[in-house]
């Protein structure tokens, strides 16, 4: 079945850095990667919708300049979380779908801690 | 905006017991509804996807009905296994595109 990778599960950084997250369809192309974000007890929630060879779009309320998304291949999307904060800990989970409503397939997921 | 709650936030349950999960939604103009499982720290897996048009889903031990008019959907667990242990989260896809909205999730414990 269609394969999602997320790397890395997971990171700790220091306030102020950034920290690169990669999602890759491994069997699959994905012109569509969407990213959420979860915080303890909360329900997922969208942050944004990434577009293969586009700009992406966001979600209300989350900021496009801190939340860097780069979707450069039909296999790769990344999501950059520029100078982080510790408010930024979370955890951050992309999926793609392999085709018109059809099942999203999710990574692993990374768990963020900012110290 | 489509909201997704899911009751109860929780349940125990022990081993062998058929039990439900209940998913609302204020929207009915979906495209499909999803159930997922995960499992702590990890990512989520697909259990079952129904179609807008279609009523309910099967896969072994599992089953999801739909009633897109009254804005709800049931997972049905048959004879619960302590591997079932794991949080289950509804969401539904709507008009808007791909995007899913999601339910908190029902954290359920199946105890031997």
């Known amino acids: 079945g269609a394969v999602v990778s997320q790397h890395p599960s997971r990171v700790i950084c220091k306030s102020g850095t950034s920290v690169k997250i990669e999602c890759r369809s491994l069997?699959?192309?994905?012109?569509?990667m969407f990213w959420y974000r979860q915080f303890p007890k909360q329900s997922l929630m969208l942050m944004a919708t990434?577009?293969?060879?586009?700009?992406?779009?966001?979600e209300q309320g989350v900021e496009k300049d801190k939340f860097l998304i780069n979707h450069a291949s039909l296999t790769l999307s990344t999501l950059t979380v520029t100078s982080a904060h510790p408010e930024d800990s979370s955890f951050y989970i992309c999926?793609?779908?392999?085709?018109?409503?059809?099942?999203?397939?999710f990574g692993n997921g990374t768990r963020l801690t900012v110290t | 905006k489509q909201e997704v709650t899911q009751i109860p936030a929780a349940l125990s349950v022990p081993e062998g017991e058929n039990l439900v999960l209940n998913c609302s939604f204020t929207?009915?103009?979906?495209?499909?509804l999803q159930w997922f499982r995960q499992d702590p720290g990890k990512g989520l897996t697909s259990l079952l996807l129904?179609?807008?048009?279609?009523r309910e889903q099967t896969s072994g031990r599992l089953n999801a009905s739909l009633d897109k008019s009254s804005g709800r959907s049931t997972l049905y667990i048959a004879a619960s296994q302590p591997g079932d242990s794991a949080t289950y989260l509804c969401?539904?896809?709507?008009?808007?595109?791909?995007?899913?909205?999601f339910g908190k999730g029902t954290s359920l414990l199946v105890t031997p």
């Open positions: 999926s793609a779908p392999t085709g018109w409503n059809s099942p999203l397939h």
């Open positions: 069997d699959f192309q994905a012109t569509t």
């Open positions: 990434s577009n293969e060879g586009s700009k992406a779009t966001y």
């Open positions: 929207d009915s103009a979906i495209y499909n």
């Open positions: 129904i179609q807008s048009s279609q």
């Open positions: 969401a539904v896809m709507d008009n808007s595109g791909y995007a899913l909205n």
